[in-house]
């Protein structure tokens, strides 16, 4: 057991809310890396996939190489994403790129061809897509929005790395996808994976299988989320009987309870391949990191070069291995050949895409505007402690001469004084401040602080008699 005051090894502690604004302050800039469906394919995505349960400790991971600030992990079957925050963009790219190759296993030279690097407005415009759903394989599908939430959500728990900057980015990317599908319709009538997972079965049924889709016998292997959506889609194309292999009872129960129209068979893994020799489509959507399914194992159960079986993986990391399609009579397919069956439904919302997009530039704007606003926090400070300084100096003075000419003051009189000194530096410095983070573009920002600087000539420091004297300067 761990104190509550001590740091578990290689968690990295939580930083008090001085410490993200001071860090935050300090120019700290919003990076991506990551690849996706777009620009690997799914042999490469499936070897730095990250359980969502270890989202927090890979983060921990790269912040503690020294060279990032914060950092956070998205990790799904069609993209894996790194978001973090640095002042040296050059060191910390450096650093997360040699932490991916270690984890996968991959060379840096392989890596690189194959993810994306992005920085500043770029890393923020992107983020605001994902979430948005643009940048999905399927346009607009909502899935991609809840998995952004809970980026954002595990990156602002104990152990997560989100910090101030990069905490904001994801809240904001999380506001903007929900109103992308709140005041477009770029999510209406649109799929997921699984549906697209569907009309791809449904698609070449009768040329891979010799029977319409609607007389296959069915089966789903896991019983996640992906399995209850592919059950809905299957179920509103009116096939009713599915079979369930799960390695236990909970969730298929659970599932047969929110579809009591559709009749499921509840089958643990040990009945996996008996499954299998019965089906006509079987589709995997497990988080196992190993091959369910592979050539030898087809063979094995007398699968191979038999009755003609269609494999459908919809999992990242596979679950059925790519030799399956060397198999006589067996087709397989897994998320990367979705494309095709997509095509058209990209097509289809390019009005509302760019819609979306109008909508996606105001809170990346907001985020930027924000993120630029914090450059103004030292002169903030400066401001403040300078006023606060001048405003001790005088009060003591004040004080020592309401004590010599009145004695009997009491102590609740000279707090009067002392809120009524306060409440005169508060008001007179509410306009500069309030003008400095209201200041929008970065040029603007940078002339408001050079005037305020001068104005309240903070480069001078306040002596002991309450005046202000240069700060020296190195010849």
Same mark, same amino acid.
């Given at each position: 057991m761990i104190a509550s005051n001590e740091i578990a090894p290689g968690m990295k502690r939580k930083r008090t809310k001085q410490e993200r604004l001071e860090a935050a302050s300090k120019g700290l800039q919003v990076h991506v890396v990551g690849l996706s469906i777009h620009h690997a394919s799914v042999e490469v995505r499936e070897k730095l996939a990250i359980?969502?349960?270890?989202?927090?400790?890979?983060?921990?991971?790269?912040?503690?190489?020294?060279?990032?600030?914060?950092?956070?992990?998205?990790?799904?079957?069609?993209?894996?994403?790194?978001?973090?925050? @640095?002042?040296?963009?050059?060191q910390a790219m450096a650093a997360v790129t040699t932490y991916l190759a270690e984890r996968s296993g991959l060379s840096v030279s392989v890596l690189r061809k194959n993810?994306?690097?992005?920085?500043?407005?770029?890393?923020?415009?992107?983020?605001?897509?994902?979430? *948005?759903?643009?940048?999905?394989?399927?346009?607009?599908e909502g899935q991609i929005l809840s998995q952004v939430r809970q980026c954002h959500l595990h990156s602002i728990e104990d152990d997560g790395c989100g910090g101030k900057v990069l905490s904001r980015?994801?809240?904001?990317?999380?506001?903007? *996808?929900?109103?992308?599908?709140?005041?477009?319709?770029?999510?209406?009538?649109s799929v997921s994976i699984s549906s697209a997972a569907v009309e791809l079965s449904e698609m070449y049924s009768l040329s891979d299988l010799n029977i319409p889709f609607s007389e296959a016998r069915l089966a789903v292997v896991g019983a996640g989320k992906m399995t209850r959506l592919l059950?809905?889609?299957?179920?509103?194309? *009116?096939?009713?009987?599915?079979?369930?292999?799960?390695?236990?009872? /909970?969730?298929? /129960?659970?599932?047969?309870? /929110?579809f009591p129209d559709v009749?499921?068979?509840?089958?643990?893994?040990?009945?996996?391949?008996?499954?299998?020799?019965?089906?006509?489509?079987?589709?995997? @959507?497990?988080s196992s990191t190993g091959y369910l399914i592979d050539e030898a194992l087809l063979e094995e159960n007398g699968l191979a070069g038999g009755r003609p079986l269609m494999l459908v993986d919809i999992s990242v990391p596979?679950?059925?291995?790519?030799?399956?399609?060397?198999? +006589?009579?067996?087709?397989?397919?897994?998320?990367?050949d979705l494309k095709a069956v997509v095509a058209k439904n990209t097509a289809m919302r390019q009005r509302e895409m760019i819609e979306a997009e109008i909508l996606l530039r105001e809170e990346a704007a907001a985020f930027s505007s924000w993120r630029e606003s914090l450059s103004a926090v030292p002169t903030i400070n400066q401001l403040q402690e300078k006023a606060n300084a001048l405003r001790r100096k005088e009060l003591e003075k004040c004080t020592k001469k309401l004590n010599s000419s009145n004695p009997n003051l009491t102590d609740k009189e000279l707090e009067a004084v002392e809120r009524l000194s306060r409440g005169i530096v508060n008001k007179l410095l509410h306009g500069p401040m309030t003008h400095l983070r209201k200041t929008e573009s970065i040029e603007d920002k940078k002339a408001t602080l050079k005037e305020l600087s001068a104005?309240?000539?903070?480069?001078?420091?306040?002596?002991?008699?309450?005046?202000?004297? +240069?700060?020296s300067r190195r010849k």
């Open positions: 359980a969502e349960a270890d989202w927090n400790s890979a983060a921990n991971s790269i912040v503690s190489t020294g060279a990032v600030s914060e950092a956070a992990i998205l990790s799904t079957c069609n993209r894996f994403e790194v978001y973090y925050s @640095a002042s040296d963009a050059r993810l994306f690097m992005l920085s500043g407005d770029d890393a923020v415009w992107h983020v605001m897509r994902v979430s *948005g759903g643009l940048d999905s394989l399927i346009v607009g980015m994801l809240n904001n990317a999380v506001c903007a *996808g929900k109103r992308v599908r709140s005041e477009t319709a770029i999510a209406k009538g059950i809905t889609h299957l179920a509103s194309r *009116g096939l009713k009987e599915i079979t369930i292999v799960n390695r236990s009872m /909970q969730r298929p /129960q659970e599932l047969q309870e /929110q009749d499921i068979d509840i089958r643990l893994v040990d009945d996996l391949w008996d499954v299998i020799g019965r089906s006509d489509i079987v589709y995997t @959507a497990t596979r679950n059925i291995a790519e030799d399956c399609k060397m198999v +006589p009579s067996v087709a397989a397919y897994n998320v990367d104005m309240f000539r903070l480069e001078e420091e306040v002596n002991t008699n309450g005046r202000v004297k +240069p700060t």
